[in-house]
């Protein structure tokens, strides 16, 4: 069984489009979001459209969180606070229902989805996480593999015997040892910032034990042209580029 992990789509439409492409054609069964479908980007309720057309699995990010539960509004600097607040009055009454139902981490094939960090975070970074912390979370949780986003960039990490590697994890194929546990980010579908522009999503292959990195272009210019036409800050639209 082939599983797409995605993350971080915000609102970006051309890139999540051309992902679902990528996908239909590599032999996927199901796609699972890790979260922040949402916000930076100027087509925030389509991309929460599609998900649903298509029946995707997603965990909350930050920003759904901020959306369920507005006391986290004040996580962000003021002027993502700014752009949420006209992302959030965008959302149709369906989507906003989606976001309710959306758990904060998703357990599925022995494996562990959440946006942040384990056990459930959608706010930590795994940057943030020293080895010791990331060895303590896989004694807190049952699952070998746990996926991840938030960070926007690629990271695959091996935990064995006390110990957290960063394992080279930027294109190809990576299989997963027996004997190990793994944190795997896969990434940024909607705003990289790992120096590639374009989209970034991962193929877990359960039956082969192995994680694989797909890069995908898109259409950028017509994503900038409709972050700026939507009043939003340049700097949103420069992260693509």
């Known amino acids: 069984m082939r599983i797409a992990v995605i993350a971080d789509i915000h ?6 489009q051309s992902v679902l492409r990528d996908i239909d054609g590599s032999g996927i069964q199901h796609i699972v979001s890790v979260g922040d479908n949402i916000g930076y980007g100027a087509e925030s309720e389509a ?3 599609l998900i649903r057309e298509r029946g995707i699995l997603s965990v909350l990010g930050n920003h759904e969180m901020a959306v369920r539960y507005p006391r986290f509004f004040k996580w962000f600097n003021p002027q993502v606070q700014a752009t949420l607040q006209s992302t959030f009055a965008g959302l149709s ?20 989805f959440v ?5 459930k975070s959608p706010f930590l970074y795994l940057y943030q996480m020293r080895e010791r912390k990331i060895c303590r979370a896989f004694h807190r949780i049952d699952e070998k593999h746990c996926f991840i986003g938030h960070t926007h960039e690629l990271n695959l990490i091996r935990v ?10 930027s294109r190809g194929v990576a299989v997963l040892e027996n004997d190990a546990a793994y944190l795997i980010n896969v990434g940024s579908v909607g705003q990289p910032r790992d120096g590639d ?3 970034k999503y991962v193929i877990w292959d359960i039956s ?5 990195v797909r ?11 409709k972050i700026l036409d939507a009043g939003y800050p340049e700097s949103f639209a420069a992260r693509l580029r």
């Open 197 to 199: 522009n374009r989209a």
């Open 47 to 49: 991309v929460m459209a």
């Open 160 to 169: 064995r015997g006390g110990s957290a590697r960063y394992l080279p994890f």
């Open 115 to 119: 946006h942040g960090f384990p056990p």
């Open 11 to 16: 609102g970006n439409l051309e890139a999540f």
């Open 215 to 225: 890069r995908v272009s898109y259409d950028i210019d017509t994503a900038i042209r």
């Open 208 to 212: 082969a034990s192995s994680v694989e």
């Open 93 to 112: 009454s369906q989507t906003l229902a989606d976001i309710h139902r959306m758990p904060s981490l998703l357990i599925r094939w022995g494996s562990r």
